[in-house]
């Protein structure tokens, strides 16, 4: 199933979702298939033909319901930024949007589980965490980032992934997914017993062992591995983990940072709102990666990166993405295998059911 951020190129009207509403997902795709391109704002059947299909929406239009949106300050919510701004305007969608960035994943898990956040934007093993802990009360709708990490160093001869052999590496995350996507990614490329991982507690500590050693070898996430390059000229990234774990991987699966969950409760009464969102969302990404520099100054504005220079700079390497259905199912469920292989805890005690992976049926 190709991505859905590949095919649409234009964010959703009213009108064009009204029609895509009653030709059912996979006919909203198709039709799109040929078109051309704060922290809080506001915002299948086949019978019959297309035009009957709309004729039949308009005369019967959804319910407009709000839609309360939570995401992860950092590439997580870059992605979003496009349809942040769309939403502003009241009349854009069906549906009224509310958009809130979070600096921590702990913020936003809590008022999932009370029913405070409809849909949300989260850590790939946060998902699936949560997915535990609420008894199957959330589903994954889509994927919104693929890996995060580089190397980065000072150093000429680190040109692959295997050069670290013999190093020291140093990086964030102790106990957390950083530790076990790097040994998973050591211990298949042969290297895990010649290679030292020295964690520090911030990325900018990492930055700061960098420049004061030109030898030196480092893991870091964007938007750190552009905002390091840029102040430091002797720095480069020559190995992106998004690529080693193509490299070694069982096929379908991908390194994941960021996935969309939503309210098991709240779809199921509103399904058509959540097509809506994901379709929107879609669009966002598609619209985001294809023009950075139009992007960069909503994602300042959000809050989520300082400089504009920065952020669009970012984006190319952030992996942005809006990956739907099988595809989607693939490459979570692989990387969620590793995560419960090196500690179950990390995806909350046991790997998420089929169930997991929503499909919306319209």
Same mark, same amino acid.
């Given at each position: 199933m190709k991505r859905i951020?590949?095919?649409?190129? +234009?964010?959703m009207g009213r009108r064009t979702f009204l029609a895509a509403a009653?030709?059912?997902v996979t006919g909203a795709v198709a039709a799109l298939a040929g078109c051309s391109d704060s922290t809080a704002g506001a915002g299948s059947t086949s019978a019959g033909s297309s035009a009957s299909a709309a004729g039949s929406a308009e005369e019967e239009p959804v319910e407009s319901v709000e839609v309360r949106v939570a995401s992860l300050s950092g590439p997580t919510s870059i992605g979003l930024v496009s349809f942040m701004e769309l939403a502003k305007d009241a009349e854009r969608y069906d549906n009224t949007y509310t958009f809130n960035i979070y600096k921590?994943?702990?913020e936003i898990l809590p008022q999932v589980i009370k029913g405070d956040i409809d849909i949300a934007l989260i850590p790939a093993n946060a998902a699936s965490v949560l997915y535990n802990k609420t008894e199957q009360g +959330?589903?994954?709708?889509?994927i919104n980032t693929l890996g995060v990490l580089s190397v980065v160093t000072g150093d000429a001869s680190i040109a692959s992934f295997e050069d670290l052999a013999g190093r020291t590496v140093y990086l964030t995350g102790k106990g957390t997914t950083p530790e076990y996507t790097m040994n998973y990614l050591l211990n298949a490329a042969g290297i895990a017993d010649s290679v030292t991982l020295e964690f520090k507690s911030e990325a900018t500590e990492v930055v700061s062992t960098l420049a004061a050693d030109a030898s030196a070898v480092g893991v870091l996430p964007q938007p750190f591995v552009t905002a390091a390059l840029a102040k430091n000229d002797a720095l480069s990234a020559p190995v992106d983990l998004t690529d080693v774990w193509a490299q070694y991987a069982d096929e379908g699966s991908q390194m994941v940072t960021g996935v969309t969950v939503v309210r098991r409760e709240f779809a199921e009464a509103h399904e058509q709102a959540v097509v809506e969102f994901l379709t929107a969302q879609a669009a966002s990404v598609a619209t985001v990666n294809d023009d950075p520099a139009a992007a960069a100054p909503l994602v300042v504005e959000a809050g989520i990166i300082e400089s504009e220079a920065v952020a669009e700079a970012a984006?190319?390497?952030c992996h942005l993405v809006c990956l739907t259905g099988e595809e989607m199912k693939d490459a979570l469920s692989g990387y969620l295998e590793v995560l419960h292989a090196a500690n179950p805890e990390a995806v909350g005690g046991t790997m998420p059911e089929d169930n997991f992976y929503f499909s919306i049926d319209v």
């Open positions: 951020s590949e095919q649409l190129r +234009i964010p009653g030709m059912g921590a994943a702990d +959330i589903a994954c709708i889509d984006i190319p390497n």
